[in-house]
């Protein structure tokens, strides 16, 4: 089983992915960041997950707000105001360690070099901290998935070609594109790729256990917002990063490529570059996931809502 330390911050694909990862992996621990909501929503929803799953994962909270500039948007409006759809879900029992998310980043990584898989899910902002407290991060760390950016520039925020996590701390994702060596890429447009059919769907939450039970209502408000933005199908970004970090062979087709981070631009801030032709002679750090083996991903996800039963 791999061993995973996940950044995330919940938010319902978040919620999906770290269904998948305490059902198909071993969790070290949980650090959280600001992005989909504040922190404080964040870092309860993580609670109430672990909670959800009977685990004692530790949770760690990280930074508040992004490293330079103050965000202008959040996604309150996909994940809910509460970050798990405004359901009202009971205040967790699981504690919050006091340790910061960067640090334990760093301290976890020493513990367990060359073991463990970083799966990044939400703005950058503890990773890039953890980066410049320790820049030899990467060489203590097996393998870094990161769910952001837009290949070809088909964002999903109010900078049209950003993605929300790289939008949201376009100076993070700079400092961790240029820090990391070697990582995957799942980016937003992958994501619209691999949506599943929506009775499908249904069907698992129908016939999974507590977790589709739980994860039906969390989903309500973000599925309403897809369903009025056009979009047709069920799409969880940050459970297709989580696969990848599981299961690499699930990857089907991808490619290394230069990635950097727009910091400035009228109308692209945040916008992900993607050196498809390599004219920049820079180091192709990014593995660019284009395509994944979508019967396998949907039964990483069946089984992580108790559902494997269902077809
Ligand atoms: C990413 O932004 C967040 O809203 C999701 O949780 C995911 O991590 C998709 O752009
Ligand atoms: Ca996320």
Known sequence: KPLLLIDTDPGVDDALAILMAHEHADVLGLSIAAGNVGLSHTVRNARTLVDLVGASTPVFAGCPAPLVRLPEEDAAFVHGRDGLGDVGFPEPGSRIDDEHAALALLRLTREHPGEITLVALAPLTNLALALKLDPSLPQRVKRLVVMGGAVTGHGNTGRVPAEFNVGFDPEAAHVVFEGFPE?????????????????????????????????????????????????????????????????????????????????????????????????????????????????????????????????
Do not use: C, Y
Not at 255 to 269: A, M, N, P, Y
């Open 183 to 311: 990582f995957d890429l799942v980016d937003w447009e992958l994501t619209l790729r691999h949506a599943f059919d929506e009775a499908d769907f249904d069907q698992w939450l129908a016939q999974g256990d507590r977790r589709a039970a739980f994860f039906g209502r969390a989903f309500q408000v973000a599925r309403e917002t897809n369903r009025r933005s056009g979009r047709r199908g069920i799409i969880a970004a940050d459970a297709l990063a989580m696969a990848v970090a599981i299961d690499p062979s699930v990857v089907v087709r991808s490619e290394r490529r230069h990635v950097g981070v727009e910091l400035d631009g009228r109308l692209t801030r945040g916008a992900t570059v993607v050196d498809w032709q390599g004219r920049l002679k820079r180091p192709a750090q990014a593995n660019v996931v284009l395509e994944l083996d979508q019967p396998r991903f949907a039964a990483m996800v069946r089984r992580a809502l108790g559902a494997d039963g269902a077809a």
